[in-house]
């Protein structure tokens, strides 16, 4: 892997998020959640502050987000929103912008964002419009966002019609991935994030995705030796690619690798069965089959592809009835990315190198669903 971070004589790391002025850091170490205080202070994001997390999130890390906030001279407030992915809705941004109201939270004032994706799209878009903006920090604690959702700029809720539909571009000013918080995620959000880790490798570094291969079994427990650079590199090409097309108008396609299929099996098979991460393996395998169809991806690579997420522990197939297949396709079909009845996807010609706008016919996708 080429790494461009830097590593600090304390062992974080960090990654800059180049986007002018409104440039920022993301660090990668354990222990960054009791220095959030100091953090703050250091950045003068300003006076009053409140920290938006979840039940569970919450339960586990708002104490020592405060008692940092409260050392470091800040009066925090906490607004608690109910975990899963319902909180994401414009009734919970409501209630916060009461809350924060209520708080005399003003211009001069910060939120910092505590838990996971979940948190970090609502909280941000709460920061992005709440007095036409106030600085954020993000402090994710699941693994997807870490390497996903907290860098990037992207935050927003859901409405009945579909997801992510309300939203604004709108950049932390600090994210804290506190690899100490991954211990308590429950298993199964754990390897869900590993199938975005995973994605970076194909879309990006094939260096990255040899070594996956190679630790996987610590990975999987979490080794914060072998996590700690993974993660940093992964935010890495994040912010590069983010850096190069803030707001999706060409390179930033590429981070949706999978997603196109993945997407239409959440919305078809419903949420709930399938976790996001869990979702968009079967997605890339899929794709990684266009992939070969299409660009000539070697059957090696493919093979090594479904491998990676099999001992991931992610699932790599799906079995539709024909009711779910005309769903899925249906789902797909509303997609953004759809024009003329073609799709147009994202796909590999090797490892660690990926094309975007390919168009496909969903007959060659059914294939390679069906395969
Ligand atoms: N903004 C972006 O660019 C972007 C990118 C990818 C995904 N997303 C969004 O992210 C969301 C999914 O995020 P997610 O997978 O983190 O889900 P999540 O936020 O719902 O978290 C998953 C579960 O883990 C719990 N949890 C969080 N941290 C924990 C911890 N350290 N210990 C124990 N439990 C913990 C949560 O309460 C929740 O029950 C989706 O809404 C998706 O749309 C956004
Ligand atoms: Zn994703």
């Given amino acids: 892997m080429q790494f461009t971070f830097n590593l600090y004589a304390s062992g974080v790391r960090s990654v800059p998020v180049q986007l002018g002025s409104r440039s920022y850091e993301i660090k990668v170490a354990p222990g960054l959640l009791p220095k959030l205080g100091g953090e703050c202070a250091r950045l003068k994001l300003g006076d009053r502050c409140a920290i938006i997390t979840d039940a ?3 339960k586990k890390y708002a104490e020592p987000a405060y008692e940092s906030l409260v050392r470091s001279g800040f009066e925090p407030s906490l607004i608690t929103v109910p975990a899963g992915e319902t909180a994401k809705s414009l009734r919970t941004v409501q209630n916060c912008y009461d809350r924060l109201a209520e708080q005399q939270l003003e211009r001069k004032s910060f939120i910092v964002a505590l838990g996971g994706g979940v948190v970090g799209d609502l909280a941000g878009f709460v920061a992005a419009t709440y007095l036409r903006g106030i600085p954020f920090v993000q402090l994710p604690t699941t693994l997807l966002a870490q390497v996903d959702s907290s860098v990037g700029g992207k935050t927003g809720v859901n409405l009945r019609a579909g997801k992510n539909l309300v939203g604004a571009f709108y950049q932390p000013r600090l994210v804290l991935c506190d690899l100490d918080t991954l211990k308590t995620l429950p298993e199964r959000e754990f390897r869900a994030g590993l ?4 994605k970076y490798g194909i879309i990006y570094d094939a260096k990255l995705f040899a070594r996956l291969e190679r630790d996987l079994p610590k990975i999987l427990k979490r080794d914060q030796e072998v996590l700690a650079p993974v993660i940093a590199r992964c935010c890495e090409i994040k912010a590069e690619v983010v850096g190069k097309d803030e707001t999706e108008s060409g390179l930033r396609a590429i981070l949706n690798f999978g997603h196109t299929i993945g997407h239409a099996i959440e919305n078809s098979v419903g949420y709930g069965k399938f ?3 869990e979702a968009i393996s079967i997605g890339q ?6 992939s070969q169809r299409i660009l000539g991806l070697p059957q090696r690579d493919v093979g090594r592809i479904e491998n990676l997420f099999q001992r991931a522990g992610l699932p790599v ?19 953004k990315k759809v024009s003329g009845g073609e ?12 094309v975007w706008g390919q168009k496909i016919s969903t007959s060659l996708i059914e294939e390679a669903l069906a395969a």
């Fill in 56 to 58: 569970n999130a919450g």
């Fill in 343 to 354: 799709i147009k996807f994202v796909l590999a010609e090797k490892i660690g190198r990926v």
């Fill in 317 to 335: 197939e799906i079995q539709l009835s024909s009711t779910r297949r005309k769903k899925l396709f249906a789902a797909m079909r509303l997609d």
């Fill in 275 to 277: 976790l996001h991460g």
């Fill in 195 to 198: 199938a975005e880790v995973v």
């Fill in 285 to 290: 395998v899929a794709a990684a089959k266009l």
